[in-house]
Structures are given as C-alpha cells and as structure tokens.
C-alpha cells in the first residue's frame, strides 16, 4: 500500500502544478456554492468567515516557513530531491509545514465553496495526495540522509506544529520579508483570486442576471491581477534580491 502511494506521491509531487487546478475546477463543477445553509444566510456569511480564517491561517503558515528557512519544492527535473537536510526554522516545528499551510488553504477554498459533497471530497482528496507526496519525499531522505533523517523525524512531527521547538529552531535567524514577498506573492495571487472567483460563482449561480455585486468582484480580480504584475515587475528587476552578508 505504502509502495503503492509513493507512486502516486512521485506523479502528482511532478505534475502537480497542473493536476491541482483541474482537479478543482471538476470538484467546483460539480455543484455551485450555496447561498445559504440550512435557510441561513447568517450561517452561510459565519461560514465563509471561519473558511477565510483558514485560508489566511495557511497563508501565514507559509510566510512563517519562507521568511525563516525556504526550500525549493520544484525538487530536480520535476523529480523529489534535496541537497540538504533542513532542520531549522519551522522545518524545526513541523517536518512538511509548507503542506501543512497548503492544506489550510486549499481546506478553507474548498469550505468557503460550501458544498458539502464538494468541501468533503476535495479535504479529503487533498490530504491523500499529499500524504503520497510525503511519502515519496520521506522514502528519498531517508535513503540520502540516513541516521540524520531518522533523528529528525523521531524529533520533529509529520504534520502536526510543536511550538515548543520554535525558540530554538529560529534561534540566531531574522525574518526576511523581501523573501516572502519575492517566493510567495504568486501563492497569496491565486488564494485571493480563488476566494474572489468563488464569489462570483455564487452569485451567478444564485441570481439569472449578473447583480452589481459581479461587477465589483470582478473589479476586485482586476485589482490583484494589477498587483501581481507589479510585484512580478518588482522582482524581475531585483528590488526584493537578498544581500549576503560579507564578513
């Protein structure tokens, strides 16, 4: 079984890019957000607000693990791998905890829909793919790393945050924001037009003409699509490079 996942850890860990967009846009197809549920649209507003929550949460995650310490997922031609066995920063808190913040995002994308079909379906399919991720990653650090790896993990938890290792593991490190912005702002782009598009969705599907509130949303992806831009533009041109420091 576990051989079983590591493959399937291997395809989605090198298309997954690809895969994970379809994989929502079918799941969204399926049936459009509801307007309210059970009858409410006080529960429906308190749900999107818990959804947003967790969508932020991951997102705070991310910028957590980036500014401390970043490790390149794309790994080596779509393959997993790694030079290095990083252990410091949140990596000291959680062993996976860039997975951890995208499965907040994605959970909070996939509540904030609200389908119940859709949401548990889509959590669901999610924490399996990327336990099969991490799997494969697991299966190739134990075999380059060896004793190293096995200490880390009997140190440090799969999926869960202990905070308790925070001090330590971030001890001597400052928090680089140029970093976050520079490898996350393309992440914090798709969060927020995902949360915009759903809205759209809802109310297009709740209402035969297209109300105000359409035109505003879509204002409102024009806006970060502008602001991606920028930020791209930005980078291209080295304004969040990091200095080395010299000695």
Same mark, same amino acid.
């Given at each position: 079984m576990k051989a079983t996942m590591i493959g399937i850890g291997n395809f989605f860990f090198k298309y997954r890019?690809?895969?994970?967009?379809?994989?929502?846009v079918a799941l969204f197809l399926m049936s459009s957000p509801p307007a309210e549920i059970a009858g409410s649209v006080a529960a429906e507003r308190v749900k999107d607000l818990m959804a947003l929550l967790v969508i932020f949460s991951g997102l705070a995650l991310r910028a957590s693990v980036i500014g401390y310490a970043y490790i390149k997922r794309g790994g080596l031609k779509k393959r997993v791998y790694a030079n290095d066995l990083v252990t410091e920063g949140m990596f000291g808190v959680c062993r996976n905890p860039l997975y951890v913040g995208n499965m907040l995002i994605y959970a909070g994308v996939f509540l904030l829909h609200g389908n119940p079909v859709v949401a548990i379906s889509g959590i669901a399919l999610f924490l399996f793919i990327y336990q099969c991720i991490v799997y494969a990653e697991e299966a190739f650090l134990e075999d380059k790393?060896?004793?190293a790896y096995r200490a880390y993990c009997a140190d440090v938890p799969r999926w869960l945050l202990r905070f308790s290792n925070f001090a330590a593991s971030t001890q001597g490190m400052v928090f680089n924001v #140029?970093?976050?912005?520079? #490898?996350?702002?393309s992440t914090v782009s798709a969060a927020l037009l995902a949360v915009l598009l759903i809205e759209i969705y809802r109310v297009v599907g709740a209402t035969s003409v297209p109300p105000v509130q359409v035109y505003a949303l879509a204002s409102l992806i024009a806006i970060v699509a502008a602001a991606t831009g920028v930020v791209s533009m930005l980078k291209k041109r080295g304004a969040f490079k990091e200095h080395k420091a010299t000695s």
């Open positions: 890019n690809q895969a994970f967009p379809l994989i929502i790393f060896g004793d #140029k970093r976050v912005i520079a #490898k996350d702002y």
